[in-house]
T-cell receptor, first 112, second 115 residues
């Protein structure tokens, strides 16, 4: 069955460093990969989308890579700030499909 | 402000009672979704709707029901048949159900506790 794996252990980093979160998937060939941010007790908020034929996408301090050979996406936050502390969800969607598959998310803590 | 509203934020019910969770959007989106979120698990799809008066079961529809009488509204009823209803429920919408370029917009969620 289709499966998405995100590191279940929280990631703790110091302010100013680069945070790198990993999303691995199996038994799926997604056309698009999305990243969302979720704060405690709130709904997820969309951050970035990357297509299967794109290697890298950037938006301000955010960078996403998508390696369809490794079946992996990396999500980077450069110059991290305490306000970046949240859970980050990876989501996959195929072409023509209706369902978006979400990972369980990785909790990020940025210490001042 | 455009967005999705869910009410109430917190809901407490006794076992055996049905309960309805509200979801309203003013984004003019065609597609709407209901997800359930449990600790340590990804979002699981309960029901989805592509257009008014049409909806389909997701992966975990048993014990739930929905209606889509208006484009803006997609209420979810958690029935007494749902074995483990305590969870965080999220409603979402998107421009198009099948076009993967469109992201989903989520509401603030309803935390349901059944005792």
């Amino acid at each position: 069955s289709q499966k998405i794996e995100q590191n279940s252990e929280a990631l703790n980093i110091q302010e100013g460093k680069t945070a790198t979160l990993t999303c691995n998937y199996t038994n799926y060939s997604p056309a698009y990969l999305q990243w969302y941010r979720q704060d405690p007790g709130r709904g997820p908020v969309f951050l970035l989308l990357i297509r299967e034929n794109e290697k890298e996408k950037r938006k301000e301090r955010l960078k996403v890579t998508f390696d369809t050979t490794l079946k992996q996406s990396l999500f980077h936050i450069t110059a991290s700030q305490p306000a970046d502390s949240a859970t980050y969800l990876c989501a996959l969607k195929g072409t023509g499909g209706f369902k978006t598959i979400f990972g369980a998310g990785t909790r990020l803590f940025v210490k001042a | 402000d455009g967005g999705i509203t869910q009410s109430p934020k917190y809901l407490f019910r006794k076992e055996g009672q049905n309960v309805t969770l509200s979801c309203e959007q003013n984004l003019n989106h065609d597609a709407m979704y209901w997800y359930r979120q449990d600790p340590g698990q990804g979002l699981r799809l309960i029901y989805y709707s592509q257009i008014v008066n049409d909806f389909q079961k997701g992966d975990i529809a048993e014990g739930y029901s929905v209606s889509r009488e208006k484009k803006e509204s997609f209420p979810l009823t958690v029935t007494s048949a749902q074995k483990n209803p305590t969870a965080f429920y999220l409603c979402a919408s998107s421009n198009n159900l099948r076009d993967p370029r469109y992201e989903q917009y989520f509401g603030p969620g309803t935390r349901l506790t059944v005792t």
